[in-house]
């Protein structure tokens, strides 16, 4: 079963305006205040969302997108196939591999969820409030980062002493 406290506890590591919401009143108050606090300003989130039937807007991306294809499968058993085309040559952007994420935008049209609304006055008001503009901008570019390259493991010698 899923517990709001539990999850709160990852949301100070969010760079959205949730994750500041914690860190700023966590500063103000104990842990397990800006704990709960925050546990109920998800639940509250939670409902809206239901009520108007929209996703997240503020989420990450990549494990966004992760949790959709395995709900997706789980539910209809549909598996996307992905990568070139049969026959084309898989061509490196960048040396060393790369990999692609999608915008947010981009995951929802491909789960058929509804598009983000533009954002209101009043959210716009509160990012800059948090600083976290840059990463609703963010939100709706794709993004290339480079594979992590493997570090060759450097085994240690015996001493001949």
């Known amino acids: 079963m899923w517990h709001p406290d539990t999850a ?22 104990n842990h397990n205040v800006a704990v709960v606090a925050t546990a109920s300003k998800l ?5 809206h969302m239901l009520r108007t039937n929209e996703p997240y807007r503020y989420a990450i991306p990549r494990s966004t997108e992760t949790k959709l294809v ?11 196939r992905s990568g070139p085309a049969k026959g084309a040559k898989a061509v490196a952007i960048l040396p060393g591999g790369s990999r692609t994420i999608k915008s947010l935008d981009r995951i929802y049209a491909a789960e058929e969820l509804p598009p983000r609304q533009p954002l209101t006055a009043g959210e716009q008001r509160v990012l800059q409030a948090t600083e976290s503009v840059s990463f609703v901008a963010d939100l709706a570019h794709d993004r290339l980062v480079p594979r992590k390259m493997k570090t060759p493991r450097v085994e240690e010698q015996p001493s001949t002493d």
């Open 43 to 47: 639940a509250m989130i939670a409902w």
């Open 70 to 80: 395995r709900l997706r499968v789980r539910a209809t058993g549909e598996i996307r």
């Open 8 to 29: 709160t506890q990852q949301i100070r590591l969010h760079p959205g305006p949730l994750g500041h919401f914690f860190r700023r009143l966590k500063q103000r108050k």
